[in-house]
Nanobody, 120 residues
Framework: QLQASGGGLVQSAGSLRLSCVAS????????MGWFRQAPGKEREFVAT????????AYADSVKGRFTISRDKPKNTVYLQMNSLKPEDTAVYYC???????????????WGQGTLVTVSS
């Protein structure tokens, strides 16, 4: 199971850090991803990281502003979000899968989501 937290209301240009704690074992073959879904829009890829090594990928819309990282002893994945924009407003979901992919359909385990609201 995955438990996401850290969402909230922030002003434009502000920062937030999301956390995702896994209650079970995360195998070395896993990848951990962050996705988001704004009202009336489809779920979209944000970032992903390989659990076994520090290999990451980002959506173009967040590149240079967001950073995904993981803490193995804590079984936790983070999403540091800087220079937030109103268009970043969405429910953010963490996920786990075995394919290093930006396609949400390849991820098999999902957290409950945490709401991020960026005011202008």
């Amino acid at each position: 199971q995955l438990q996401a937290s850290g969402g909230g209301l922030v002003q434009s240009a502000g920062s937030l850090r999301l956390s995702c704690v896994a209650s079970g074992r995360i195998y070395s073959s896993y990848v951990m991803g962050w996705f988001r879904q704004a009202p009336g829009k489809e779920r979209e890829f944000v970032a992903t990281i390989r659990w076994s090594r520090d290999s990451t990928a980002y959506a173009d819309s967040v590149k240079g502003r967001f950073t995904i990282s993981r803490d193995k002893p804590k079984n936790t994945v983070y999403l540091q979000m800087n220079s937030l924009k109103p268009e970043d407003t969405a429910v953010y979901y963490c996920s786990a899968g075995i394919q290093f992919s930006s396609d949400w359909k390849t991820y098999t385990t999902w957290g409950q989501g945490t709401l991020v609201t960026v005011s202008s």
